[in-house]
């Protein structure tokens, strides 16, 4: 069974930068995909960012040139590097895994999920 545990939230001023981290557990999937969504009060959880097992990437719009997605395979973490922070971004941050090397943003498609991390963004 797949544990995540995200990491590296917290309240930080607009313009500035956090590093959100996900580590998992009991992961032995080959191919796989992984993503970061978040969801703010009153609005749907969406699809952030998302990185699979062959190494490709998609990036929200809404975030594309702010936040870059990574992960260390040795260490089985997922981290997601936010930059030029707004207070739009302010949301709970969450990780998910699929079993599957194709990445989507329906929240759906993910068999397991963190708990999340919160990310607050003051102007």
């Known amino acids: 069974q797949v544990h995540l545990q995200e990491n590296g939230g917290g309240s930080v001023e607009a313009g500035g930068s956090l590093r959100l981290s996900c580590a998992a557990s009991g992961f032995t999937y080959t191919y796989w995909c992984m993503a970061w969504f978040r969801q703010a009060p009153g609005r749907p959880r969406e699809g952030v960012a998302a990185i699979d097992s062959h190494g490709r990437v998609d990036v929200a719009e809404s975030v594309k040139g702010r936040f870059t997605i990574s992960q260390d395979s040795s260490k089985n973490i997922l981290y997601l590097q936010m930059s030029s922070l707004k207070p739009d971004d302010t949301a709970m941050y969450y990780c998910?895994?699929?079993?599957?090397?194709?990445?989507?943003?329906?929240?759906?498609?993910?068999?397991?999920w963190g708990q999340g991390t919160q990310v607050t963004v003051s102007s």
């Open positions: 998910a895994s699929r079993d599957l090397a194709l990445c989507v943003w329906a929240r759906g498609h993910y068999n397991s």
